[in-house]
């Protein structure tokens, strides 16, 4: 059974870092894409960030730009999400899913439970 652990969340001060990690375990194939969503409280979901293992491409929401990235490590099935330059507005729970097949921006076959990020001071 295909399953998707988000780790890594936590609360840190505007500015701060955090890296947040999905392991992915239970499916065979080299071919998907791995995303990171976020949903603030009383608003939709949206993407962050996605990698596809097919050429590495990678895309990142305006929002996110220049402060996140997003890498992945094919051997351990782990996708991770570097956050610098934190902002309050970054609250939110965050997602990790895994679309089978297909490159980024076709849907998402699974996800994860999510991981709570705070920013605060």
């Known amino acids: 059974q295909l399953q998707l652990v988000e780790s890594g969340g936590g609360l840190v001060q505007p500015g701060g870092s955090l890296t947040l990690s999905c392991a992915a375990s239970g499916f065979t194939g080299d071919y998907y894409a791995i995303g990171w969503f976020r949903q603030a409280p009383g608003k939709e979901r949206e993407g962050v960030s996605c990698i596809s293992t097919s050429g590495g491409s990678t895309n990142y929401a305006d929002s996110v730009k220049g402060r996140f990235t997003i890498s992945r490590d094919n051997a351990k099935n782990t996708v991770d999400l570097q956050m610098n330059s934190l902002k309050p507005e970054d609250t939110a729970v965050y997602y990790c899913?895994?679309?089978?097949?297909?490159?980024?921006?076709?849907?998402?076959?699974?996800w994860g439970k999510g991981t709570l990020v705070t920013v605060s001071s």
């Open positions: 899913a895994l679309g089978l097949k297909r490159p980024c921006g076709y849907g998402m076959d699974y």
